[in-house]
């Protein structure tokens, strides 16, 4: 008899946290994962333990190392943000010139060569989480009842040429747009709302690398 097939879902912060748990994990359960876990990664051991955000490399990869000691673990994958991703982290100096899809995935690879386990899927989300709020517009503009909000929304991700390409730029980045065109905007509440009433299917369709890393998932849990 096979062991019962565990995936580890390690988060950025609590914005992941929430759609991992509220969006993900059902939906992975039901395409065979016997077990599906989530945390947030640590940025500080001490007497106290601080969760979210991911400031070096170092702790990420400390983090990760520790996740793969456990030997039930049959897969461990990331949620992290591109944007603003360690500057020291595998692969970031030397991105490739061209596409923002080029230059996540060298970051990627280079990621999972640094640790070599084969139990380990490097994910990072292109730009950021909000892109997802993005491919959201509808679902965000009626939680805010706000109908314009949707027309801008999806005019930024026709101009990018899809959510997940809306830029990474420090004053253009989704999640610096969303602070723009939503007045008081609550991140860790309405754009994981917004991505949950989207559900996995709507997300794969407007986000390819999202549809990707998930498909990739769902035939590891088959097999």
């Not at 892109?131 to 679902?139: G, H, K, L, P, R």
């Amino acid at each position: 008899m096979t062991d019962p097939k565990r995936l580890h879902l390690l988060v950025e912060g609590q914005s992941e946290l929430t759609v991992a748990q509220e969006l993900l994990v059902d939906h992975l359960r039901e395409a065979g994962w016997a077990t599906v876990t989530v945390s947030v990664v640590r940025t500080q051991t001490s007497s106290v333990t601080h969760r979210g955000g991911v400031s070096s490399w170092a702790k990420i990869r400390r983090e990760i190392q520790h996740l793969l000691g456990q030997k039930s673990l049959t897969t461990l994958t990331t949620i992290f943000d591109f944007y603003g991703f360690p500057s020291d982290a595998p692969g970031v100096s030397d991105r490739p010139a061209g596409s923002a899809e080029l230059q996540v995935e060298h970051v990627e690879h280079e990621i999972a060569a640094a640790i070599p386990d084969r139990r380990f899927l490097p994910n990072l989300v292109l730009h950021e989480l909000e892109s997802w709020v993005f491919a959201a517009a509808d679902q965000l503009s009626e939680l805010r009842g706000e109908p314009e909000l949707a027309e801008r929304l999806r005019a930024d991700c026709d101009a990018a040429g899809g959510p997940e390409l809306v830029n990474g730029g420090a004053k253009t980045a989704p999640s610096k747009r969303l602070l723009q065109y939503c007045a008081g905007y609550q991140k860790v509440i309405e754009g994981p709302l917004a991505i949950a009433d989207l559900g996995v299917v709507g997300l794969k369709g407007k986000c390819p690398r999202f549809k990707a890393w998930l498909t990739k998932l769902e035939e590891q849990a088959k097999r």
